[in-house]
């Protein structure tokens, strides 16, 4: 079945850009998102990137997509300690239903001083 | 303020007792789902209503139920048969069928004793 893939951990130091890597396997994914996690708390949308796109850049957010190689990127510039968190990637293979989102094991990002 | 409230955000309880989670949305979402949350692993779907009263299984419905009988509500139930329950239960909504954004609430933290 589909599955989507990250690293478990990641520790940038505060104020370098931290990069956040996801693979998948759904080669018709139609929507790639990123949610972000806080400490005991649900998840929130950061962001989300159409399949037709190659990147995605909202303030401090980049989003990079490589179809080709079923490859997700988020990229945070001037990494914060208000960024420390889980964030999930999650791909769905289209418009048809929220509940074919299929979510990664989440990264937790720490920040050093 | 919208949003999605669970309750209780902690639960203990003992092998052998079911216990029932609660969800409210006022966001007027026609769609609202259950995913469990494991350290270190992905959101997994319970199950996820698209409409009021029904609702449909997802990955790993064993051992729990729902019930739809008002838009704004969708409680779970983690009876005795669910063999290892102790996880983070998130509930989440969307506008209706083919929403991709899903709205989380806190969540709720169920030990079993």
């Known amino acids: 079945g589909e599955d989507v893939e990250q690293s478990l951990f990641l520790s940038v130091r505060e104020g370098d850009s931290s990069v956040i890597n996801c693979t998948y396997t759904?080669?018709?994914?139609?929507?790639l998102y990123w949610y972000k996690q806080e400490p005991g708390a649900g998840l929130q949308l950061l962001t989300y990137i159409f399949s037709n796109m190659d990147m995605k850049q909202d303030q401090r957010l980049t989003v990079l997509l490589n179809k080709k190689d079923k490859h997700l990127s988020l990229r945070i510039a001037d990494t914060q300690t208000g960024d420390s968190a889980i964030y999930f990637c999650a791909e769905s293979s289209g418009y048809s239903s929220a509940s074919k989102i299929i979510f990664g094991s989440g990264t937790r990002l720490s920040i050093r001083p | 303020d919208g949003g999605i409230t669970q309750s209780p955000k902690y639960l203990f309880r003992k092998e052998g007792q079911n216990v029932t989670l609660s969800c409210e949305q006022n966001?007027?979402?026609?769609?609202m789902y259950w995913y469990r949350q494991d350290p270190g692993q992905g959101l997994r779907l319970i199950y996820y209503s698209q409409i009021v009263n029904d609702f449909q299984k997802g990955d790993i419905a064993e051992g729990y139920s729902v019930s739809r009988e008002k838009k704004e509500s969708f409680p779970l139930t983690v009876t005795s048969a669910q063999k290892n329950p102790t996880a983070f239960y998130l509930c989440a909504s969307s506008i209706g069928q083919g929403a991709g954004e899903l709205f989380f609430g806190e969540g709720s933290r169920l030990t079993v004793l």
């Open positions: 966001l007027n979402h026609d769609a």
């Open positions: 759904d080669s018709s994914s139609t929507y």
